[in-house]
């Protein structure tokens, strides 16, 4: 168990609308990451995934709320901390983000420079200016970028390849533990993608990431970055395995549903016919009873809608769904 | 987006002074005796219980000459705004919908009524007009003088609209122009027109002050500038008769302020990127 | 006997923007031919041309030079382009920026009638509105008197289609139809599309950047880049063996599940954080 660098456990998380209604976004996540791996977290929009990587970072920011559950790093809790010190002590160093759209997270008045140095100077206000400059020049040569044009331009200057790897270098300066890649590539051409993959995996290679928890709905990305992969649904897991269980062999229906809606330009895809399942996730406004996907489910059984549904081992992975085989 | 108005502070300062301004022009003859052409007194007759405000160069009360000039001057405001509205409102929209050569001409027109001061224009015409100087004749003459505002600020509104997919799926169930502007352009800019209204009328109180203080203005009516005017022409400063002056000037500075900073706070709603 | 003409033919057509001193050349000479009946795809990323392209092919956008013609007439000839509407039509990408938000979604059905030479009567429209709302699955009870917000995605993608129920084209213009849909409902829009097909005897033209879902769809396959057409071909021989350099490096740089994608070579030696004053407690 020390082997892991973030342990959520039996995490809720819920926000409140306009209206005072409570949305549980994420209801009962559990999942651990292990030093030196990245585990997928893949869904479709509206299943929770972004809300998770909130939670997993604290920040608890109203209306975003923390309903119950713990989220620890390298064994300390982040639960209960004030934001101020969530902002000191996690955020950048020990859990870092790169954001969905990031290109559009770098404030447009700022050189890039000024934006890292500050990032560094909110965790440690006694470093040296200069001693700085040297560092961020070395960290951005090794990661590809031209530091001395780069650091000396605004973001605006940059084309998007080159935002995306400033944005990863800058959420990577402190060397975090965790790094959380929330959609990185969704808004890039498949180039420019692969390119900054290749820049991810380089750094994981290289020490100065050291796990990575990857967000998407891309199944094909996971398949060549995770080492294992969690598939949510309607704010849970709903299985969780490794990258060849979960991707070539799932047991829970709305994975095997999942895997088989994709459509790749791969010989033999013509002849097969993609899954098609009717309807929309349920809305997490309203407490739900039995099984979540119950309503989609085409192996659905009479008492789907009653039972609660938990996690189980089949076949060497987590599953949650009482008839999975 | 009406929520987020409110919830600006600069909104509910500039709309509640507007409103408290309308509000006595319309109900304060209904307290009051607004009596503008009896003498009360002798000339300029300083504040007193009976008379708030004193006396004017006739001896008629100041308050009653100024409730009236003010519902005349939001009369003028208000007609020249609706016809500067709308001018300006149906080539704008028509030009940045169309692009292309139409757009050109009338961007070109519009740029040459800009470019001639609506000021000249505006006083070559009453002075012309002499006693047939109403104030509906003058808001007229503002409101088609004016409007070049408006054409400008709704042409960009409109062209962005041009090429949003609604736009193009009307066009393809073959509604022509007149179709798309009326039913897909117009009521996404229903807001905007309301702001552009707003600023139009401004602009019309203070067109009005301005020519009426030159003595260009409605040949019978009362308006604050005309009350500037006479004040002006009768040395009421050097008299120290500050109240035959300084209350008009203050209410039209009001006025103008008051819409100047609703325009403003609902330019930072309609359009985030000034928020930040 | 003359052969029939193509639904579609090009020849060296462009299209050209010029804004002040700024010229983008959107569509860059391209030439080719479709098919009636036939399903192409347009594939490329974003910026290569594929939707100025489709554009002139619905008569949205006028080429600056070089001849399009549908059916062997040249598109534009016609002065009233209601004729071509008539007969080519389009499903958008994103089907609430596709509707109007201030009026019922259903008297927006209704108002593609307006495209008709001969209106139906109001009691035809109804039925045929309503028809063409069970083609796709929705009762017609279930939209009555709402507005776009008001439903779902999925419902609102199959408004776009309802409509061409109505409207029964010869040709369909498919822009991205499946980019904003969820996975498991993809199948269900291309269902929909198929089934329109087949019923109406279309001539479909999908605008993607997904080559996936090119592949399973199309008899052809158009790769645009920079505004040209660098390949062309059927789905198989596109992709197993393409002949542009753009085509080679677009399927190697796109993830599939059974393909390697990336090498990783062997770990490297671990490196300072780069703000060294920092002491990390484990």
Redesign the interface.
Known sequence: MSDAVLEVEDLRVHYLTRFGTRVQAVDGVSFSLKEGEILGIAGESGCGKTTLVSGCMGLYIPPLHHTSGDVRIAGKSIIGMSLEQNRKEVLGRRISMIPQGALNSLNPTRKIKDLATDMILSHDESADKRDIYERLRERFERIGLDAAHVLNAYPVQLPAGTKQRVVIGISTLLNPKVVVADEPTSALDVSTQKAVIRLLFDLMDQGIIASMLFITHELPLLRHVSSRIAVMYAGEIVELGTTEQVIFDPRQPYTKALMGSMLSAEPGQRDRKPVAIEGAPPNLAVPIKGCRFAERCPSVRPDCKETKQVIRLVAGREVRCQYAS | MFRGLLKSPAFVVGAGLFLLTILVALFAPLFMNVDTQTRVGLAYMPPSSEHWLGTDHLGIDMVSLLIAGLRASLHVGFLAGIVATIVGTLIGVYGGYKGGLIDDVLTVATNLFLVIPSLIVLILLSSSLDEGRSLSLIALIIGCTTWTWSARAVRAQSASLRG???V????????GTF?IVT??IL??LLSYIFMVFILQTATGILSEASISMLGLGPYDSVSLGKILNEAIRNEALTDGAWWAFVPAMVLVTIIAFALYVINTAMEGVFNPRLRK | MQAEPYKFEARNLSRVFRNGKKTTVAVDNVSFTIKDREIVSLVGQSGCGKTVLAKMLLRLETPTSGELSFNGRPIGAERDPRDHWRQVQAVFQDPFSAFNQFFTIRSQLKSSFHLFKEKPSPREMEERVDQALLAVNIKPKEIEGKYPFELSGGQMQRMLLARIFILRPQVLIADEPTSMVDACSRANILDYLMKLKEELKMTIVFVTHDIGLAYYVSDSIFIMHQGKIVEQGPPDRVTQHPESEWTRQLLDDIPDIHRDWIQRGPPKSAVEPAAGTIAETA
């Open positions: 949003r997919d609604h193009s799926l009307a066009r393809i169930n073959g509604y179709g039913l897909h009521p996404y």
